[in-house]
């Protein structure tokens, strides 16, 4: 009798999970379809790259890359390996943030995010998340240039190894150009 409403309380937690990324795709729909435009009225740049580093629960730890479509969306790739004497530990995932302010000198944006992490002496974690966050520039008055940095706050997070659904964040810095 456990073990049924064990599967139950499982399928449960997916089905909640499914509700909530069928609402993001939603939100996301909406966002796409506003103007790319700043405070001012002004246009953005349409297009630019970004490299730096972050240190997310989510998408992992290492250098990150990103491919942005100014005022609409970013999608940033992050891995990395770290080595000590006795454990190698490596990282990659993956972000998309889809823009909800259309402004140079902050970003406020919405996505998913994913990431695969092992440590060499255990098994590998794979985690899931929905995250928002905000990006500022370091130097200069835009986040579209110069170096920029930002954090995210992930909720819900899925824990595929240990099945648990939680709080995650992760932080960046980031040379626009």
């Known amino acids: 009798m456990e073990k ?3 599967q139950r ?3 449960g937690d997916c ?3 499914f509700r909530k990324i069928i609402l993001f795709g939603c939100f996301i729909t909406i966002a796409q379809s506003l103007p790319a435009q700043d405070s001012v009225g002004t246009s953005v740049p349409l297009q630019y790259s970004s490299i730096g580093f972050q240190a997310s629960f989510v998408s992992g730890i290492g250098i990150s890359f990103g491919l942005n479509e100014a005022g609409k969306y970013r999608a940033r790739a992050t891995f990395g390996i770290l080595t000590s004497d006795s454990k190698t530990y490596s990282s990659f995932g ?13 970003r406020v944006f919405i996505g998913p995010g994913f990431g695969v992490r092992s440590i060499s002496t255990e098994s590998s974690h794979t985690t899931l998340g929905l995250g928002t966050g905000i990006e500022a520039p370091v130097t200069g008055n835009s986040v579209f240039q110069n170096v920029s940095g930002g954090v995210t706050v992930y909720y819900p997070t899925y824990f595929f190894l240990s099945k648990n659904i939680s709080f995650a964040g992760a932080v960046f810095i980031s040379y626009n150009f």
């Open 94 to 106: 993956v972000d998309y943030q889809v823009e909800l302010t259309k402004r140079q000198d902050f």
């Open 15 to 17: 089905m909640v999970l």
């Open 9 to 11: 309380s499982n399928i």
């Open 4 to 6: 049924q409403y064990l």
